[in-house]
Nanobody, 122 residues
């Protein structure tokens, strides 16, 4: 079955950086668009970034554009999220998600990882 395992979260000061990874297994990784979402305490899960199956197209939420970068390595079945210039409001659990298929932009997501905590102190 599809497995998505996030890693790389942690505690960082405002202005710092982190790199999240999501290792995928159980499916043909290169056939799917992928995304990152986040959920802060007391808030709904929100879209952060997405990347096409080839890595040639990306899109971002306005709140992270210019600070976060999504990328993927299909040879390693891994998608990444580089978080730079972090702010306290970026504190959340970050989730990796697999889209329904290769369609761009994604029509939706149907597989999710367990999440990794990112905490940004002021």
């Amino acid at each position: 079955q599809v497995q998505l395992v996030e890693s790389g979260g942690g505690l960082v000061q405002a202005g710092g950086s982190l790199r999240l990874s999501c290792a995928a297994s159980g499916h043909t990784f290169s056939s799917y668009a992928m995304g990152w979402f986040r959920q802060a305490p007391g808030k709904e899960r929100e879209f952060v970034a997405a990347i096409s199956w080839s890595g040639g197209s990306t899109n971002y939420a306005g709140s992270v554009k210019g600070r976060f970068t999504i990328s993927r390595d299909n040879a390693k079945n891994t998608v990444y999220l580089q978080l730079n210039s972090l702010k306290p409001e970026d504190t959340a659990v970050y989730y990796c998600a697999r889209a329904y298929g290769p369609t761009w932009p994604p029509l939706g997501y149907n597989s999710w990882g367990q999440g990794t905590q990112v905490t940004v102190s002021s």
